[in-house]
């Protein structure tokens, strides 16, 4: 016959422990294991909440999306609306002198590109020109073939591009040689030493 169970056995004990072996209330500093547990059982119901948050803004942002608002460029902005006009003036700057670096169509550098007033043909040999200079730069491709897009008429812009661009490569590589120590055994550079000082990874890196 069953034991009838009586009220008090609903009740715990003031310490709970697991098994009897470990005690609930610990003397090495540690959280208790009903804080443990506690916790544990509100991390779940938390990442239940974030999950649930997350596929609302996810849908959010497909509404965005099929509105035609560029999400990428809406991001930066709403961040920027936490900076100083000073920190916004700075931001812009560094990223048109990167550009520039870059060769990218912007400000100062549309020239490179053309105006309204040039013929569409020049503009076009002007476009894969830079277009080369941007992966000769990278360390991309040529070595006398020209991407498949690239139009007949183009190829030798789109090379003379990539010529310079590796050529500007080689000049900074060359300049930052020129800054290296000179080691005194026998007054030759070491090359790995002269990246490892400025933080790169390897001389590859440096080129690409």
């Given at each position: 016959m069953a034991k009838k169970l009586e009220?008090?056995?609903?009740?715990?004990?003031?310490?709970?422990?697991?098994?009897?072996a470990i005690p609930n209330e610990p003397d090495n500093g540690m959280p208790s294991h009903d804080d443990?547990?506690?916790?544990?059982?509100?991390?779940?119901q938390w990442n239940e909440k974030r999950k649930k948050l997350t596929a609302e803004i996810s849908a959010f942002r497909k509404g965005l999306k099929a509105k035609g608002i560029k999400l990428g460029v809406l991001d930066e902005q709403v961040r920027l609306l936490e900076w100083t006009p000073e920190e916004v003036k700075q931001f812009y700057a560094e990223r048109d002198w990167f550009a520039e670096a870059m060769r990218q169509p912007i400000g100062s550098q549309l020239e490179l590109y053309g105006t309204d007033a040039t013929p569409d043909p020049v503009r076009e040999q002007l476009k894969w020109r830079n277009i080369g200079f941007r992966d000769g730069l990278a360390g991309k491709g040529w070595a006398n073939e020209a991407p498949k897009e690239c139009p007949h008429d183009c190829v030798q812009s789109y090379g003379e591009g990539h010529e310079e661009g590796q050529a500007t490569v080689r000049r900074a590589f060359a300049a930052r040689l020129?800054?290296?120590?000179v080691a005194e055994d026998d007054d030759q550079i070491d090359i790995e030493d002269v990246a490892n000082d400025r933080g790169d990874d390897s001389i590859e890196d440096e080129a690409a």
């Open positions: 009220a008090d056995n609903d009740q715990y004990s003031d310490v709970q422990g697991t098994i009897g443990i547990r506690m916790a544990a059982n509100e991390m779940v020129a800054q290296a120590p």
